[in-house]
């Protein structure tokens, strides 16, 4: 029962560095969600994906990228991180049936990132 | 200001004390309702959906008050293992089934 795993689980990255969080999930789902949630912030939306191919942006984008070329993979990507980019980052997703009926977004167990 | 807003508490009860948590939303467009869980340092998880006549479970129950944009959600008899942090969230419900979160209500129950 994997659901929804996120790699790496922890980062530390210098300012300027980039890096990439990959987000895999094994239920078919067609919608995935990358937030970040921060003290006393909640979680918040940074990019989002209705299905493989399609991307868009979310309440907090600049800085980030993402990509879907795979149904069951999300991908963000830091291009040049700043210390402003700490935070931990969850993954989560959804299917149609599941959003519509009971609003219940599956997270991964989050990647906890520090930017120097 | 911020699309949910909470109190973060923190709310220290005691054992089988009742505990209610109040949200509001600033959105007049929002269409569903939910309260998720985080245990701390873990992933978010669904407690409950809300509804619009109410809803329980167990010793759960939810409240929407659309008139004046308001959600709550009462614990009774609280156990030690409620000790979590309780999203408020609310979605628009357009196509794309984003969830907007509040920052949390921190609640800590003590034996």
């Known amino acids: 029962n994997a659901g929804v795993t996120q790699t790496p689980k922890f980062r530390v990255l210098k300012t300027g560095q980039s890096m990439t969080l990959l987000c895999a999930q094994d239920?078919?789902?067609?919608?995935m969600y990358w937030y970040r949630q921060d003290p006393g912030m909640g979680l918040r939306l940074i990019h989002y994906?209705?299905?493989?191919?399609?991307?868009a942006k979310g309440e907090v984008p600049d800085g980030y990228n993402v990509s879907r070329l795979k149904k069951q993979n999300f991908l963000l990507g830091l291009e040049s991180a700043a210390p402003s980019q700490t935070s931990v980052y969850f993954c989560?997703?959804?299917?149609?049936?599941?959003?519509?009926?009971?609003?219940?977004?599956?997270f991964g167990e989050g990647s906890r990132l520090t930017v120097l | 200001r911020k699309e949910v807003e909470q109190d973060p508490g923190p709310f220290n009860v005691p054992e089988g004390a009742t505990v209610a948590f109040n949200c509001t939303y600033s959105?007049?467009?929002?269409?569903?309702f939910f309260w998720y869980r985080q245990d701390c340092r873990k992933e978010p998880k669904l407690l409950m959906s809300?509804?619009?006549s109410g809803n329980e479970d167990g010793r759960f129950t939810a409240q929407l008050n659309r008139a004046s944009q308001y959600i709550s959600l009462l614990i009774r008899d609280s156990k030690l293992s409620d000790s979590a942090t309780y999203l408020c969230?609310?979605?628009?419900?357009?196509?794309?089934?984003?969830?907007?979160f509040g920052s949390g209500t921190r609640l800590l129950v003590r034996p």
């Open positions: 989560a997703s959804t299917d149609r049936a599941g959003a519509s009926n009971t609003g219940e977004l599956f």
């Open positions: 239920m078919n789902h067609e919608y």
């Open positions: 994906s209705v299905g493989e191919g399609t991307t």
């Open positions: 959105n007049s467009a929002s269409q569903s």
């Open positions: 809300v509804y619009s």
């Open positions: 969230v609310t979605s628009r419900g357009d196509s794309s089934y984003k969830l907007i």
